[in-house]
């Protein structure tokens, strides 16, 4: 018969197997993964209003200067 998968998971460098992990290690692995994805998706999210804002800084620049270009 097979042998039974083990799910390696490496932490600090040392490999652990997650079945052998107690259920409230798994669940701290868990919370990290999630945290992880939430902390990426952030970062994805403040590079789109960092963009953003730098887009509607230089439209507000380029009126400005048009603004003076037409006036002077």
């Not at 919370?31 to 902390?39: E, F, T, V």
Request: negative net charge.
């Amino acid at each position: 018969m097979g042998k039974d998968k083990k799910t390696p998971v490496t932490i600090d460098g040392t490999e652990y197997n997650l079945e052998d992990l107690t259920a409230e290690e798994q669940a701290m692995l868990n919370h990290i993964a999630d945290l992880d994805r939430k902390l990426a998706s952030a970062k994805f999210n403040l590079d789109q209003l960092d963009v953003g804002r730098a887009a509607f800084f230089n439209m507000l620049k380029a009126s400005l200067e048009t603004k003076e270009v037409a006036s002077g």
